[in-house]
Structure formats: C-alpha cells, structure tokens
C-alpha cells in the first residue's frame, strides 16, 4: 500500500515536471520578449480582443526562423514622432519623415514589411545594426 | 538543528551554506565551469524561499525538482528557467504532492 502511494506520488511529479517544461517550451515565447519579463505587445492586444483570441494566438504554433524574425522586430528601438509629422515612401511598407537635414528622422515601417538586418562596424569603431527593407 | 527558537534540518543548513559560498564565489571571482554564478545565486534565493514554504516531509520532491532546474540553467536562458521552477512547483500544490 505504502509502495503504491510512493509510485504515485513518482508519476505525478513526472508529470507535473514533463507538462512544465512542455508549456514554459511553447508558451514563454509568445507571452514575453526575448526570454525577459516584458510582455509581448501581439499578446496584450490579442488579450484586450476576447478570451478565444487568446487561445487562438497561443495554439498557432510558428516556424522557428518567423518566431526569430518576431524577436529581432521586437529589438528595433521605438520612438513617439512629435504630431503632424509628415512621412514620405522610400521602400516598400516603409515611409521617412520630411525635414530639414538637421533634423531628426523618423522611420516608420507597416505591419508585414520583410527587413534584412546587417550589423556593421563604423570607421570609429561603433557597432550599429541597418535594417534593409526586402522587395 | 536548533538556532535559538528556530529548527533546520540538514538540507536547509546546506543550502544556506551552498548560498554563502556562491556569493563568496561571486565576491572572489572564483571560476565554476559551465555554470553562470549570477543565475545559480538567484535560483538558490528562488529555492530557499519557496522551501521556506513547505514542511521537512515534501523534501524529495523539492529536491528532484531542484536537481532538475539548476541542470536546466546549463541550456536555457534564467526567465524561463524561472517560469519553469513556479510552474512546477505550482503543479506539484495542485495535485497534491505537496
């Protein structure tokens, strides 16, 4: 009898570990940013539309390379341009702002535009990272 | 053990001393291979809180899952190593083995 309460207890902490480890793998990504506690923005939003948007965002497992793509989008800073901005296309999905040359540049991209990020090293030996629109 | 009014068993007493010496590891500089010290001392903090929590008589399980998670920093980032330890441990209230 004592065996058989052991076994069990044995299979439920199996399972709970083995359940554990299966929903931090597939749910962890699509709730936070970059493995930190920031929450991802497309969550918030599906959470203010209705319960069933919620599981239907976290039941659509994404291919590796998109969930990647996701968090590279995520790590392009975001800025609040001042109102009345004017923005003129460039590229496809991604518009500039208009202004003297001195002044500073807003970038705004669409929803579903494709970049290729390079990071190269500057004559003075600064990182930075381009983001080049995909046609 | 008794420390004034307060009781540890044997496992607590170790990992008040494996904290101890992480974050005399840390103050040192002291090399642990694989392992990065931040993240070891902040899941130990997690542990020792969380087995503050439960009677002497839930130790296997706490220490199975403990095992389990200070193997799981070796590969995956410290966020959801955290997500995974309250996770379990929540499972494990739920169904009752602890």
Known sequence: ?135 | MYFGPFFFDTKEIFLILLTLLLGLALVFGWEIWWFDKQVLLTMVILMLFTKGLLPAIHNEAFFILALITIFLTLYIPIFPVIVFFFLTFLLFRLLRVI
């Open chain 1, 1 to 135: 009898m004592h065996k058989k309460k052991k076994t069990k207890q044995y299979v439920l902490i199996v399972v709970s570990i083995v359940f554990s480890f299966v929903i931090m793998r597939s749910m962890t990504p699509r709730l936070f940013i970059a493995n930190t506690p920031t929450l991802n923005p497309d969550f918030v939003a599906t959470l203010q539309k209705s319960p069933i948007a919620v599981f239907a965002y976290l039941g659509n497992i994404q291919e590796d390379a998109t969930l990647k793509d996701h968090l590279e989008t995520a790590k392009i800073p975001r800025a609040i341009p001042p109102e009345g901005t004017n923005y003129a296309p460039f590229a496809k999905g991604v518009q500039a702002s208009e202004g003297g040359e001195n002044e500073r540049r807003f970038v705004k991209i669409e929803k579903g535009t494709k970049l290729e990020i390079h990071t190269i090293t500057l004559s003075d030996g600064k990182t930075v990272k381009i983001y080049v629109p995909v046609e």
